[in-house]
């Protein structure tokens, strides 16, 4: 069999970029996706040095929503088939909705949820035809509940969690594999991008984003359609069921309140 090809998106940093260190280190195709290109060519350097592979990048803006077709058509002229689809990159914004700027928002449902969805259309069929690949979308553990202070995110990651799982139940029976990657708070630069800081318990219980990939990597290869890294993350995620929606809203609400700067 020819050489895997695999597309990550937002590998300029972060988990996205420990994602496409570990696909690498299987000896696969890497195919770079984010706006950073100095940070997505300096890795996509690394990666062939270490591991002898050919990594391409693709500068762009997932907040556009011509990109998917954009990068579509880049790949078809290069004659790139996409085995592997890792739908990585995202944002947050800490904040009340109707006090955070509306474009932001929208960006933030454009990069999240509808850039992934739009990407693994455009993808999946080519895997089902050649019976091999799949989908690793990067969901969180905010899938998990509704977040005051993080409303628009934490339903972005919901969106992204159920459409993962009914996507592999759809799936079944093609050998293709469908993840999703549920982190809890992750050392890399979401919390300054989301504008909030890291509270002190999230920052206490923050995973490194390279044992945060390593767990993504290993469901993903294990055919495994949810993984949840860290006990403490899937300790909460499945306590959360056993209280009253109405107290993991307040919860919630409270652990999302920003912390003056
Ligand atoms: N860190 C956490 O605590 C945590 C917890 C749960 C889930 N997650 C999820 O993990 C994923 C990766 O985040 P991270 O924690 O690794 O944060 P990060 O270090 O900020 O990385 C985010 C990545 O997404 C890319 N990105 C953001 N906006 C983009 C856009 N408009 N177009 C193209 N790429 C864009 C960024 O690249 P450029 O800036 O170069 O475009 C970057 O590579 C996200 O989906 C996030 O929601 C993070």
Redesign the pocket.
Known sequence: MSVETVLV?????????ELARRFAADGSRLIL????GD?LEELAAELRKAHKIQSQVFT????LPETPARLLAHLQAAGVKVDVLVN?????AHGRFAELPLQRQL?MLQ??VTALTHLTRLMLPGMIERHHGGILN?????AFQPGPGMAVYFAT?AYVLSFTEALAEELAGTGLTVSALC????A????A?AGGRFRPLAKRA?MS?ESVARAGHRAFRSGRCIAIPGLGNRLLAFSIRLFPRAAVRKITKRLNAACPD
């Not at 890399?188 to 919390?191: A, E, H, I």
């Open positions: 998106t937002g590998a300029s940093s972060g988990i996205g970029r996706v984010a706006r950073k940070a762009a803006d997932l907040a990585n990159a995202g944002f947050g960006d990069v999240n990067v969901a969180s553990t905010a990651k982190p809890g708070p992750t890399t630069n979401f919390g991008a923050s984003a």
